[in-house]
């Protein structure tokens, strides 16, 4: 049981370059998230999916995509790179019950670290 | 809006001095309260949570945190910190109607011998 893989772990990247972050889970969970991560902020959330076949924009989402494939499967794809996406990337995971609070534990992958010069 | 707050950005502790964190967020209802760390270059770990019942909760690593409804608050302590326990901590609040955690800008823990 693997939880939640990202890859891949470090990217460097030029301005105006694109990629795609990879991100699956392996606990049958419902929803799927994509966090950046920068010093003093916190994390914030890019994008979601509640379930397979939906996503919602978060609280920073411009100049990102996303695309979730099946119900393990949730990528984030980055068209046109600039200096300002560097961060670290997170995707999560959980149940999404809403209501219960079980439903609302994430569960964290280990990361992908993007520099874009 | 909701708000999460970490008033502490860095905190430095002895190893084998208590620890306590503090946590404040500003919603209209009890929302569901989480504590998650971050070791260097890793991804984040969830170490307790409250959804409801008795507040004070028992986590991993020793951690401890007690929810007070009156002053919105969800501070996370632990008696007897090791050096291990360096690392920056997240607090994260999740509402009833909705499935998103927002999260804390986070406090940073150092460790000194």
């Known amino acids: 049981n693997a939880g939640v893989t990202q890859t891949p772990k470090f990217q460097v990247l030029k301005t105006g370059q694109s990629m795609t972050l990879q991100c699956a889970q392996d606990?049958?969970?419902?929803?799927m998230y994509w966090y950046r991560q920068d010093p003093g902020m916190g994390l914030r959330l890019i994008y979601y999916?509640?379930?397979?076949?939906?996503?919602d924009k978060g609280e920073v989402p411009n100049g990102y995509n996303v695309s979730r494939l099946n119900k393990r499967e949730f990528s984030l794809r980055l068209e046109s790179a600039a200096p300002s996406q560097t961060s670290v990337y997170f995707c999560?995971?959980?149940?999404?019950?809403?209501?219960?609070?079980?439903?609302?534990?994430?569960?964290f992958g280990p990361g992908t670290r993007l520099t874009v010069t | 809006a909701q708000s999460v707050t970490q008033p502490d950005i860095h905190i430095t502790v002895s190893e084998g001095a208590s620890l306590e964190l503090r946590c404040n967020y500003s919603?209209?209802?009890?929302?569901?309260l989480f504590w998650y760390v971050q070791s260097p270059g890793q991804g984040l770990q969830l170490l307790l949570k409250y959804f409801s019942g008795d507040t004070l909760v028992q986590g991993i690593k020793g951690f401890e945190a007690e929810f007070k409804r009156s002053q919105s608050s969800f501070n996370l302590r632990k008696p007897s910190v090791h050096w291990s326990d360096a690392a920056e901590y997240f607090c994260?609040?999740?509402?009833?109607?909705?499935?998103?955690?927002?999260f804390g800008a986070g406090t940073t823990v150092t460790v000194r011998a």
């Open positions: 919603y209209g209802a009890t929302p569901y």
């Open positions: 994260a609040v999740g509402l009833t109607n909705d499935y998103k955690l927002s």
């Open positions: 606990m049958n969970h419902n929803s």
């Open positions: 999916s509640a379930s397979e076949g939906t996503t």
């Open positions: 999560a995971s959980s149940e999404a019950w809403v209501g219960r609070g079980e439903g609302y534990e994430q569960y």
